[in-house]
Every structure is written in C-alpha cells, then in structure tokens.
C-alpha cells in the first residue's frame, strides 16, 4: 500500500519561502511509469496542479506559478520536495502530494496525502 504524508509548516510569513515535504512509503519515487506532483486547493476553490518530478528528476511546472516554483527530492529518504518563494496570502492553501501512473496516453492519480494546511500571514 503506497502512502504519501505532506509535511512542513501550517503558517509562512508573506515574502517567504513554503518549503514542504512529501514522505513515501510503500513505492519508490524512482519507479517506473510514475511521476510526483504537488497539488493545491485554495479555500472556496477548485484544485490547482502545480508541478511534478519524475523518475529521473526531471521536474515540470504549471506556467503561472514556474517562476516561484521548484521540486527536488531526496532518493535516499524516499521524499520529494515543494518550495515556493515570494509567498503571499494568495498561497494559503491546502497542499497535497500526490502519485501519477502514466501510460497508454493516460494520467492516473492513484494515491494522495491527506493534505496539509498552509497560511500565509503575518
């Protein structure tokens, strides 16, 4: 049983840097046909992707938030990593990690964190 766990801080000062963690366990991040994404939903909204890493590292980022955006991750612990710079009230969210399975012309988003509450604010 594959299992994400987002973590990091619930509250970021404006101007700031969100820097979060998602911990898997049951699957590697270097498996093939997968990649692994950050997610957010702001309240009152809809979901909004915003970016992944893949099994070689390679990473992809939604254009409007590419500038603020970077993904790493750490192989030896299993983990990837969110950081998102220059944040303001606009960024409080709830952040998920997620899994993707890729093939035959498809995107699965087949296992989720729980999700974690950030807020920006000073």
């Known amino acids: 049983q594959v299992q994400l766990q987002e973590s990091g801080p619930g509250l970021v000062k404006p101007s700031q840097t969100l820097s979060l963690t998602c911990t898997v366990s049951?699957?590697?991040?270097?498996?093939?046909?997968?990649?692994w994404t950050w997610i957010r939903q702001p309240p009152g909204k809809g979901l909004e992707w915003m970016g992944a890493?893949?099994?070689?590292?390679?990473?992809y980022y939604s254009p409007s938030l590419e500038s603020r955006t970077s993904i790493s991750r750490d192989t030896s612990k299993n983990q990837f990593t969110l950081q998102l710079s220059s944040v303001t009230p606009e960024d409080t969210a709830v952040y998920y990690c997620?899994?993707?399975?890729?093939?035959?012309?498809?995107?699965?988003?087949?296992?989720w964190g729980q999700g974690t509450q950030v807020t920006v604010s000073s």
């Open positions: 049951g699957g590697s991040i270097t498996a093939n046909h997968y990649y």
């Open positions: 890493i893949d099994l070689r590292g390679s990473t």
């Open positions: 997620a899994r993707v399975w890729y093939g035959l012309g498809i995107n699965k988003y087949d296992y």
